[in-house]
């Protein structure tokens, strides 16, 4: 399982730096100005969105089109000879503000993966990641590094159970935020 995942963080990569250009640029994420509750509010749609239920693309796009979401990239690129990357990003709206969903298959021969996550932008990442913590019931000490491309990203293995990663990036530069669920099981060689 270590190649898997290592293999899918360098596949995720180009995923963080879409979502965290999208962070970056989205002026209209603080348009209405600051929210109360929208930390709140965004951890529990990703709880509700990528987490309730065995992760499935195709399930997930259809909930994001049939809460009116607007695709705003939807693309399958081949990342290598045998594996297919399919990534959707989504842009919504709660009654708090903004936010955008990622959704993301990546399949080969040895690799059947899924990833589910939810950027917007914070006042504050540290009461962000307090939130996150107490409301899905992590451990404060997940694992920490810091990624090619500068952000800092905290990982949690086996969340939910085996080959399940959740990783919260802070997207440098910017006061932008990416919760994302990875389940990547193993295929049989």
Known sequence: MRVAKIGMGIILLVTIHSVSAFAAN??????????????????????????????????ISATAQAMFMRKSIDKTEKQSADITRHLEVFEGTLSTGPFSLLLEKIS?????????????????????????????????????RTGPNGNQVTTWDDVYGPHTFLDLTDLRGSDGVLVQLLHAPTKPE
């Not at 209209?28 to 693309?57: Q, R, S, Y």
């Not at 899924?114 to 950027?119: P, Q, Y």
């Open 26 to 59: 989205a002026e209209h994420a603080m348009a209405a100005g600051p929210l109360a509750n929208h930390d709140d509010a965004v951890i529990n749609a990703f709880e509700v969105i990528c987490t309730l239920e065995p992760e499935n693309f195709e399930h």
């Open 108 to 144: 080969g021969p040895t690799i059947d993966a899924t990833n589910c996550g939810v950027a917007s932008n914070t006042r504050d990442k540290r009461a962000y990641f307090d939130e996150l913590v107490r409301t899905l019931h992590l451990s404060q000490n997940g694992s920490r």
